[in-house]
Nanobody, 126 residues
Framework: QVQFVESGGGLVQPGGSLRLSCAAS????????IGWFRQAPGKEREGVSC????????DYSASVKGRFTISRDNAKNTVYLQMNSLKPEDTATYYC???????????????????WGQGTQVTVSS
């Protein structure tokens, strides 16, 4: 059974940092691009970032570019999202998922992907 487990969220003050982790069981991450997504209360899920299976290609939404860094360690079957300079508008539940090539990673939202994990809550507040 494929399961994605996101962790590393928490409560942080504006300007602070967090590192999220995405681990998979029953699934080998290194064969796939992996995307990070988030959903804030009352809003639709949106794409945040994507990394290719080799790690050579990354993509970021305009709202996080320059502040977030995605990386992966295929030996540990884990993908990370380093989040710096956090803002209150980054508050959301964060999820990871396998995606098409990063140019099209947000297409899984359009295509009705429904194997989301439980996510990890990030709250940015003073």
């Amino acid at each position: 059974q494929v399961q994605f487990v996101e962790s590393g969220g928490g409560l942080v003050q504006p300007g602070g940092s967090l590192r999220l982790s995405c681990a998979a069981s029953g699934f080998t991450l290194d064969n796939y691009p992996i995307g990070w997504f988030r959903q804030a209360p009352g809003k639709e899920r949106e794409g945040v970032s994507c990394i290719s299976n080799t790690g050579r290609t990354t993509d970021y939404s305009a709202s996080v570019k320059g502040r977030f860094t995605i990386s992966r360690d295929n030996a540990k079957n884990t993908v990370y999202l380093q989040m710096n300079s956090l803002k209150p508008e980054d508050t959301a539940t964060y999820y990871c998922a396998p995606t098409p090539p990063c140019t099209y990673y947000t297409h899984i939202l359009r295509d009705g992907y429904d194997s989301w994990g439980q996510g990890t809550q990030v709250t940015v507040s003073s």
